[in-house]
């Protein structure tokens, strides 16, 4: 079958981790995929030439892609979120003309945002992929066919890091995520200042910039600043002992969030401790791939039990990766799309 994504942005990071990594295995079923993703991104501008001239470019782009998406007659179209991050509806629903079977992936809070556009959308659509069991119930109100798909990475990509033979290595808390994601990290700031003061171990900041961290107070912490692409972020991931997830949780937005970060950390084999907020709070629910902390002393507390009992670190890596081996990889969900797919 012929299958068309039509995508956020190439380095959007649910464009990366629920359609480009599925774009090979579907290939290799015998269909045939064609993504299309917007240039700039839904939510970028290019500085050079500004807002406006860079909406007028992804129409362009857009508008490009839906004359590809004619010639190419997929028998099924893929869209992530709204062909654009606005109110508008008009090329939408030149795609859901375009194709017999419309396929709706939510993966965020979109509605909070966009409340009318978004019930629309998922009313035109005829079957909608949603990332976690809140989203699934926003959308059981106006849509009977759904299937959750958790966002995954790929095995053969996320693979186990080598612990360090040597006891002595400082220990390295690693934080991995965009820009606009960074300023979170104020929530366990207190407590890794505090950690910071009794233990030694360096902080890795993993993203496009750094310059959110210029509003966090990290005072007597041994920062690294690491600029993210591609090509180094599973390289970077190896380096962390411990991964960082800090939420707010005074957001709604944060309650239907995918659990991404979380997820990359379990995959290569190492404990995170995280906001139990959405998704988290059931992947940690347990304590065995790591700990939820809703203040600065559960920060405190679940940090320094990490930083001194490297066994439990191991023990929850393992945990967490057998974790991701069943739910959390497109090889444990492949089936499953592919049949919401050819519908």
């Known amino acids: 079958m012929r299958f068309g994504f039509v995508t956020l942005g190439a380095n959007v990071p649910s464009t990366r981790f629920r359609f480009y990594l599925y774009e090979n295995p579907l290939t290799k079923r015998g269909h045939r995929c064609r993504i299309w993703t917007s240039y700039p991104s839904v939510y970028d501008f290019i500085p050079a030439i500004g807002w406006r001239l860079s909406y007028q470019l992804k129409r362009a782009n857009r508008l490009l892609q839906y004359s590809q998406a004619r010639w190419f007659c997929p028998d099924t179209i893929y869209l992530e979120r709204g062909v654009f991050h606005d109110q508008s509806l008009w090329l939408d629903g030149w795609f859901r003309k375009l194709t017999p079977r419309l396929v709706l992936d939510v993966d965020d809070a979109i509605f909070l945002q966009f409340p009318d556009k978004t019930r629309q959308l998922i009313e035109m659509s005829d079957h909608v992929v949603v990332s976690n069991q809140p989203l699934y119930d926003y959308v059981a109100q106006y849509h009977s066919k759904i299937t959750e798909i958790p966002t995954c990475v790929s095995l053969e990509r996320y693979r186990l890091r080598e612990h360090p033979k040597s006891s002595t290595k400082k220990p390295i808390i690693g934080w991995m995520g965009t820009p606009s ?17 009794e233990h030694a171990f ?80 059931m992947i940690l629910q347990d304590n065995t791939v790591g700990f939820a902390a809703s203040h600065e002393d559960q920060w405190f507390e679940s940090l320094r039990t990490l930083l001194l009992d490297t066994d439990l670190r191991h023990r929850m890596g393992k945990a967490g990766r057998s974790l991701v081996e069943s739910k959390f990889c497109i090889e444990a969900n492949i089936d499953r799309l592919e049949s919401v797919l050819k519908g």
């Not at 994601?181 to 003061?197: I, M, Q």
């Not at 962390?240 to 239907?256: K, N, S, T, V």
Request: net charge negative; hydrophobic share 45%.
């Open 181 to 197: 994601n960074l300023p979170f990290l104020a929530h366990c700031a207190p407590a890794l200042r505090r950690l910071a003061r």
């Open 202 to 281: 360096t902080l890795l900041i993993v993203s496009n910039t750094s310059d959110p961290l210029r509003t966090i107070d990290l005072e007597g912490i041994d920062l690294r600043f690491e600029t993210w692409s591609p090509d180094v972020e599973i390289q970077r991931l190896h380096e962390m002992d411990i991964g960082l997830m800090p939420l707010p949780a005074d957001q709604d937005w944060m309650r239907y969030k995918a659990a991404t970060k979380l997820v990359q950390y379990m995959s290569i084999g190492i404990p995170a401790v995280a906001s139990p907020i959405g998704v988290n709070a």
